[in-house]
């Protein structure tokens, strides 16, 4: 009885929820870009409003991730994506919606760290063994709704 | 039994409390002045070092937020209130006593965001149904104590 | 039987550690040195890219922090240390392993808060009665590795 209650308790999601943002952002920050388009669904659908049409699918999401982090690097700029603030509520389809706030640290080697970006982040987290995105909504703060 | 452990312990409690954070600072961040008053008790106590008088009761509250939601409005500002590094105690009288540190990111329309304010946060959290707060002191790091 | 289940969860887990955390940084903020050595073994060892030697041992970690705060404290300036996006991982040798961003946000008084410093935060933490650091290296992103 006490393994079926306690997984379903908040601090149990919670903590699921958080240690995959943790890994995913690791991935992301640390330009291994097929290892971050699995922590996405294979027809994920990641849209932002800072880019006119979604990404879909884990090939694109990787493609993207892999020249991100080739101009990072050719720039010697480290970026670290900071999620928190997160509103974690299962649904009633067995997915679990997350709404996040987002911040970009983004430090050049020899330079000092500057606030790059501030975003709201939306998630739909489907979980077929670990958690995975399926759906991801950015919303950049600089840019009016 | 489960039912009683369970959430007594110190990750369902960070849980509920990091919940009603992430609730209440997208409301004061939403300009949805009501309602964030609503997540503080009827005779709650908002001090601040850099304003002479605390702010008392529920009403007070939610004119203070309405006021500077329509001036951030006007100035084409969001604000994100992060909490983060929070102590939570659950104290002998029932209450929660929550110490944190916080941040207001603020971006412009068409600009890039700044860090505009880091402080302490200090909670006296009560359980009536939800959480909601009884005190609140926030101290901005800029003015010296 | 709950008591085993429950501890043993992810969540409890990292409710501890952060639990750990915001006292420990609110220690070192607040120039509390020897208290804030007190959260390390006798015995550790704290390793930056940014210093050519580790500081061993409790009584130079107090050491240290005594100097940073007594100089900050001249300079009427203040410092939080934000840890998050944790990644915490229970090894089988007993220690729990824990990969943090981490942001040092300094203001001056008078002044406006800034990043001064964003970094890697990678702790092996120990338990006898409450968490200790044993071992934690910090990797500043503006240092090339």
Same mark, same amino acid.
């Given at each position: 009885?006490?393994?079926?209650?306690?997984?379903?308790?908040?601090?149990?999601?919670?903590?699921?929820?958080?240690?995959?943002? +943790?890994?995913?952002?690791?991935?992301?920050?640390?330009?291994?870009?097929?290892?971050? +388009? &699995?922590?996405?669904?294979? &027809?994920?659908?990641?849209?932002?409003?800072?880019?006119?049409?979604?990404?879909?699918?884990?090939?694109?999401?990787?493609?993207?991730?892999?020249?991100?982090?080739?101009?990072?690097?050719?720039?010697?700029?480290?970026?670290?994506?900071?999620?928190?603030?997160?509103?974690?509520?299962?649904? +009633?389809?067995?997915?679990?919606? %997350?709404?996040?706030?987002?911040?970009?640290?983004?430090?050049?080697?020899?330079?000092?760290?500057?606030?790059?970006?501030?975003?709201?982040? &939306? &998630?739909?987290?489907?979980?077929?063994?670990?958690?995975?995105?399926?759906?991801?909504? %950015?919303?950049?703060?600089?840019? +009016?709704?």
């Amino acid at each position: 009885m006490t393994e079926t209650v306690v997984p379903g308790t908040i601090g149990e999601l919670r903590a699921r929820v958080e240690q995959f943002y +943790a890994a995913q952002m690791r991935l992301l920050d640390s330009g291994e870009a097929e290892a971050w +388009a &699995d922590t996405f669904t294979e &027809d994920a659908v990641f849209s932002a409003n800072g880019r006119s049409e979604p990404t879909r699918g884990r090939s694109a999401i990787a493609a993207a991730a892999r020249l991100t982090s080739a101009e990072l690097g050719a720039a010697g700029r480290i970026r670290r994506h900071w999620i928190g603030m997160s509103a974690v509520e299962p649904a +009633a389809d067995g997915t679990v919606r %997350v709404g996040s706030y987002a911040l970009i640290i983004e430090t050049e080697v020899g330079g000092s760290p500057k606030v790059l970006m501030s975003t709201t982040c &939306d &998630d739909v987290l489907v979980d077929d063994g670990g958690l995975r995105v399926r759906h991801r909504v %950015v919303a950049r703060d600089d840019i +009016a709704s």
